[in-house]
């Protein structure tokens, strides 16, 4: 039973009835004094901001209202395009890696090592975890430059003899899932590996005395039974990688300036904002962000069943 | 188990594999991962017992001395009379301050939504899911026009007040409650004359421990890490949180900026101790952690 399935069973059996309740005097007084607080920052920094966006995409800087005009203007931007491309690239390459070694170390650590070594492994892998933002691109700054790098060999033998050569523009999208992967990872592997505990004993106790091998189990068994827990991964993985900044713009100072300052789209939107004082067509940016986030995080909610609210 | 059934099918028409080759496999893609997740943070610990020039020349992975460890702290909190203090201090006041907000507005909210009824409930409950999964830096922006607009900009409550929204954290409180609290509890006590206050405060909340330990790790772990909205919102250096100091930091430093660095003591050694203490915190937190962690984050799960 994973988090999202109980999340069905609470919600289902509560509504069920229709009989007349008694808790709450005077229909759920105490419930809004309880969520008034939440409610407030909620309207204030959720729904407001979203709405605001909203507004001004679709106005001018004298609020009128011009239409589509923000998002032609911002999408004919000859740095437009090559954001979100950039943005595109480094989000495959970082989900596929992420959700294939995850799943695969997971399931590894949970049935091909000793209960022992795999907890030691876990804690080590997650670490990393606390260097995230700044730290860890100044972490991995470190780890690029051929001259202070541990694996200097490594890199002067893959041709890349000095720190600018790494840096080229065109290896952006490695170096900064190198980055996410290394600080991310951890984390999620500890979240599957409690989620393979999960699964009873006897489902995989009666694999094997059908003879199923370990690799077999984990394909036909273990993964289907966490299959929730990738998908709510992904969607946060998602969630993330849409949000580039720091990253890019830390390596962009590094690289002394030879990367590009609107190398993903929320830098953009910044030198949109704040270099050229366009707020609508920041705000449009951000409104095409969000749509694609929202986009691609229903689509994954909808093929799988997550969050389920709805009663029968 | 319909699952077995189908599975054992498409077994009996496989081949077994030999035992070898998959330990080799496993024990090198294990291997590898821990270079890959451990290395890093070995150099970073290193790195500040050697001077800038030993960085270059020793080993990677050799320890310099003690004594160079002071001096790189001494060059560190020299810098700008001591910012790297008031960085620290003003992070630990905005994680601080916003974690007590947080518990203080989630944990009601959280067991509001899953144990009482009112109307609007199932609202609140599709809008925190929604932001939970918008990406937040987008609405970084319009939160920043919106605290202009209330004049919060360079105050700390721009940063403290949109740290404390943390729908995440309500969804947790919410899935906790509604799994571990049974309602029939509840209506037992309404019945014996207990008000609603009571109920929470005396039945759910002493029962709610192990999920607000989540939320406050969660939450003071992704603030203390935020860069984009202090970033934003704080114009001046003695109110950045330690984060934007790293890059302030960083962008004055001779090796990435050759003009401007010039002639200043903070090098390679410098920033490596100021990673190492920046994410110290958080690094304690991640060490006594991660069970609590596990447990807490499936806490939901284990039930039934």
Request: hydrophobic share 55%; with cysteine; glycine share 8%.
């Amino acid at each position: 039973m994973t988090l999202l399935e109980t999340e069905r069973v609470i919600v289902a059996p509560s509504r069920r009835g229709t009989t007349p309740r008694r808790e709450g005097r005077g229909r759920g007084g105490a419930g809004y004094f309880f969520v008034a607080g939440y409610a407030l920052l909620l309207l204030a920094f959720g729904v407001f901001p979203t709405g605001y966006a909203f507004y001004l995409a679709f106005t001018n800087d004298r609020g009128q209202f011009t239409g589509l005009n923000q998002f032609v203007k911002v999408i004919q931007d000859y740095r437009f395009a090559p954001a979100f491309t950039h943005m595109l690239i480094y989000l495959v390459m970082w989900l596929v890696t992420l959700v294939v070694l995850v799943v695969l170390t997971a399931v590894i650590l949970r049935s091909r090592v000793r209960p022992g070594t795999s907890a030691l492994f876990r804690f080590l892998y997650y670490i990393p975890g606390a260097l995230a933002g700044v730290a860890s691109v100044l972490v991995w700054l470190f780890m690029l430059d051929p001259d202070v790098s541990p694996v200097s060999w490594l890199l002067t033998s893959m041709g890349l003899k000095t720190f600018a050569a790494v840096l080229a523009p065109g290896n952006l999208p490695l170096i900064l899932m190198l980055i996410a992967f290394w600080t991310g990872a951890g984390g999620w592997m500890v979240v599957m590996y409690g989620a393979l505990n999960n699964i009873p004993d006897e489902v995989l106790e009666a694999a094997r005395m059908d003879g199923a091998g370990p690799w077999q189990t984990a394909w036909h068994i273990q993964i289907p039974m966490i299959r929730q827990w990738i998908t709510y991964m992904t969607i946060m993985a998602f969630a993330t990688g849409t949000q580039l900044f720091v990253e890019p713009q830390l390596l962009q100072t590094a690289s002394l300036g030879r990367v590009s300052p609107t190398w993903s789209p929320n830098q953009l939107a910044y030198v949109y904002a704040f270099q050229q004082g366009d707020f609508n067509g920041a705000a449009a940016i951000s409104v095409v962000l969000l749509a694609v986030g929202l986009l691609a995080a229903a689509l994954l909610v909808a093929r799988s069943n997550l969050f389920t609210l709805d009663e029968k | 188990m319909t699952q077995t059934a189908l599975f054992l099918t498409a077994v009996r028409r496989r081949i077994r594999p030999s035992r070898t080759l998959p330990f080799l496999v496993v024990g090198l893609l294990l291997a590898l991962l821990l270079l890959f997740f451990v290395l890093p943070v070995i150099w970073l610990l290193l790195a500040p017992s050697k001077t800038a020039g030993e960085v270059v020349r020793d080993n990677p992975l050799s320890f310099g001395s003690l004594h160079q460890i002071g001096t790189a702290w001494r060059h560190l909190f020299a810098f700008q009379d001591g910012a790297m203090l008031t960085w620290l201090r003003n992070s630990a006041v905005y994680s601080g301050g916003s974690l007590i907000l947080t518990l203080a507005v989630s944990v009601p909210a959280g067991y509001a939504l899953a144990l009482t009824r009112f109307r609007g409930r199932k609202t609140l409950l599709v809008i925190t899911l929604v932001t939970m999964i918008m990406p937040q830096a987008t609405l970084v922006l319009p939160i920043f026009l919106e605290l202009n607009r209330f004049h919060l900009i360079g105050t700390i409550w721009s940063v403290i007040l949109p740290f404390s929204f943390y729908p995440f954290g309500v969804y947790l409180v919410y899935i906790y409650f509604g799994s571990s609290l049974p309602r029939d509890l509840l209506s037992a006590a309404r019945i014996d004359g207990c008000t609603e206050w009571q109920l929470f405060s005396r039945i759910a909340l002493p029962l709610a421990k192990p999920v607000v330990g989540l939320v406050a790790f969660f939450s003071f772990v992704g603030n203390w890490n935020n860069f984009f909205l202090p970033y934003l919102v704080l114009p001046n250096s003695e109110q950045f949180p330690v984060q934007v100091g790293l890059n302030q930091l960083l962008t004055s430093t001779p090796s990435f900026n050759p003009v401007a660095g010039a002639g200043l003591n903070v090098t390679i050694p410098e920033l490596a101790l100021a990673v190492i203490i920046a994410i110290l915190p958080v690094l304690v937190l991640f060490v006594f952690s991660q069970r609590t962690l596990v447990s807490g984050m499936l806490a939901g799960a284990s039930k039934e």
